[in-house]
C-alpha cells in the first residue's frame, strides 16, 4: 500500500487547489432599467444555456446572483448571452425520443441565448439536456428559430431541414449564401453568418469558436511492480494414506523497478473551458523477477517471472489550469491489458480489464504524472490460481502537438 500514499496525499492537494481555482473574470450585465455594471462573473463556461450566474461588484467583493428574471444581457471574457421571449421547438433530438411527425412542438419561452455570431445578421444558440436550437435574426427579420427536426416515417429517421430554406430566402449578398447541404451546426453556420456579414460590411462582432482539440503525447517512465502468486498444486505433498494433496504454493516475486514507454492521445472537448478531454493511447511494459518467498513445507526452488505486456487505456481527464502554460490534471482510465506469450506454473496469462488512477502537472509541452493501478489478476479466468499484480508508475512525457 505504501506506494498509494503520495497519490492520496497529491489527491489532496489537487482538491484543495481546485476549489481554490473557482475564478471571477471581469464582464458586465444589463439590468431591466438598461443600466449597465461592471462587475467579475463566475465565468463556468456553461455547457447548457444557463438561466442564472453568480458575480462580485469587485475582486474581493461577496458572491451575489442574478438571474433570467433581473437581468436583459451579460457577458464575460469571449461569451454574452441575451435574454429573449423565443418560440422554441421542444421536441427531441435523440435517435431513440424522436416523435413521428415532422412538425415543430413550440413552446413560448424565456431563456438566455448565447450570442455565436453579430453584424447586419445575427445567429444565436440554445442548448439544454435534452436538444441544441439555432436562432437567428437581421436587419429587417425578427428574431425566430432555424427550423431543423428529426423525425420516423416508415421505420426510418428523417429530417425536417427548414432552416435551410430560411437562410437561403433571408440570407443572399453577392455571390454568398448557404450551400444546400449545410449543416445545423455552429461549425457551418457560423462562418456563413461571418461571409455574410463581412459582404453587407457592417460592423462584424467575431466571437470564439471553440472545437474539439487533439493532442499526441509520447511518454516514458519507470514502474515500480510486485508480484504474489497463489498457484494450487496435486503433485508436491502426499496425504497419509498415499494419495496426493492439493497444496496452495503461494510465491512473493522481489519489487522491481522497470522502464515503460508509449503514447498517448487526449481529445480536449469545447466546454467548460477545456477542462474536460477524453484520453486514450497504448503502452509497453515488462517486469522480470524471481522468487523472493515460497511459502510450501518442503519447497524451496526459486521461481522465474516474466511479464511482457501491451495496455490500451481508455478514460476521461479533468484539467485544473494555474496559469496559460501549467495545470495540474487527475484522469481514471479502464486499462486493458494483452499479455505477450506469458507462461507461468503451466498456465498462460489472459487478456483482461483493469483500472488506475492518474495524477499529473503540465508545463508547457512537458508533463510528469503518476499512476496508481489497481491489482490485476494474470489468471482470473482460474477458479483457485491467482498472480497478483502491482504497479505504480512515474512517467514523463513530451506533447508532440
Known amino acids: 500500500m505504501k506506494p498509494l500514499f503520495p497519490f492520496l496525499a497529491f489527491f489532496l492537494l489537487f482538491s484543495v487547489c481546485a476549489t481554490a481555482q473557482i475564478r471571477f473574470s471581469k464582464g458586465y450585465y444589463i439590468d431591466n432599467q438598461d443600466q449597465k455594471t461592471p462587475c467579475y462573473i463566475k465565468n463556468s463556461d456553461w455547457e447548457y444555456n444557463p438561466e442564472s450566474f453568480q458575480y462580485k461588484l469587485d475582486s474581493l467583493g461577496e458572491r451575489q446572483e442574478q438571474s433570467l428574471a433581473t437581468v436583459k444581457e451579460f457577458g464575460v471574457e469571449d461569451l454574452v448571452y441575451k435574454r429573449s421571449i423565443v418560440r422554441i421547438d421542444k421536441s427531441k433530438m435523440e435517435s431513440t425520443e424522436i416523435s413521428n411527425g415532422d412538425k415543430p412542438e413550440w413552446v413560448q419561452d424565456t431563456v438566455f441565448l448565447k450570442v455565436l455570431s453579430e453584424g447586419s445578421a445575427n445567429l444565436f444558440s440554445y442548448t439544454d439536456k435534452e436538444t441544441y436550437r439555432f436562432f437567428f435574426s437581421t436587419d429587417s427579420i425578427p428574431l425566430q428559430q432555424l427550423v431543423y427536426k428529426k423525425y420516423y416515417r416508415d421505420n426510418k429517421v428523417k429530417e425536417n431541414v427548414q432552416f435551410r430554406q430560411q437562410l437561403l430566402t433571408s440570407m443572399r449578398c453577392g455571390k454568398v449564401a448557404p450551400k444546400e447541404d449545410i449543416h445545423y451546426s455552429s461549425d457551418d453556420l457560423i462562418p456563413f453568418f461571418e461571409k455574410y456579414n463581412v459582404c453587407k460590411g457592417g460592423n462584424l462582432v467575431q466571437r470564439q469558436r471553440r472545437k474539439e482539440v487533439l493532442h499526441l503525447k509520447v511518454f516514458g517512465g519507470i514502474n515500480h511492480s510486485s508480484l504474489s502468486t497463489q498457484i494450487y498444486r496435486d503433485a508436491y505433498l502426499y496425504g497419509s494414506d498415499g494419495s496426493y494433496k492439493l497444496v496452495e504454493v503461494a510465491t512473493h516475486f522481489k519489487s522491481k523497478n522497470n522502464f515503460m514507454a508509449g503514447l498517448e492521445m487526449e481529445l480536449v472537448l469545447p466546454f467548460h473551458k477545456n477542462k474536460w478531454s477524453i484520453v486514450g493511447g497504448a503502452s509497453y511494459q515488462h517486469y522480470s523477477s524471481e522468487s523472493e518467498e515460497i511459502y510450501v513445507p518442503g519447497y524451496e526452488e526459486l521461481m522465474h517471472f516474466d511479464y511482457n505486456a501491451i495496455d490500451v487505456p481508455l478514460?476521461?481527464?479533468?484539467?485544473?489550469?494555474?496559469?496559460?502554460?501549467?495545470?495540474?490534471?487527475?484522469?481514471?482510465?479502464?486499462?486493458?491489458?494483452?499479455?505477450?506469450?506469458?507462461?507461468?506454473?503451466?498456465?498462460?496469462?489472459?487478456?483482461?480489464?483493469?483500472?488506475?488512477?492518474?495524477?499529473?502537472?503540465?508545463?508547457?509541452?512537458?508533463?510528469?504524472?503518476?499512476?496508481?493501478?489497481?491489482?490485476?489478476?494474470?489468471?482470473?479466468?482460474?477458479?483457485?490460481?491467482?498472480?497478483?499484480?502491482?504497479?505504480?508508475?512515474?512517467?514523463?512525457?513530451?506533447?508532440?502537438?
Open 315 to 401: 478514460g476521461f481527464r479533468y484539467s485544473m489550469f494555474l496559469s496559460k502554460k501549467s495545470k495540474l490534471y487527475i484522469n481514471p482510465c479502464f486499462l486493458f491489458y494483452f499479455p505477450i506469450n506469458v507462461e507461468y506454473a503451466g498456465m498462460k496469462a489472459i487478456p483482461g480489464i483493469n483500472a488506475y488512477l492518474a495524477l499529473g502537472y503540465a508545463y508547457g509541452r512537458w508533463s510528469l504524472e503518476g499512476r496508481y493501478h489497481i491489482p490485476r489478476n494474470l489468471y482470473y479466468n482460474h477458479a483457485y490460481d491467482k498472480a497478483t499484480f502491482n504497479t505504480a508508475s512515474l512517467l514523463l512525457g513530451f506533447r508532440l502537438f
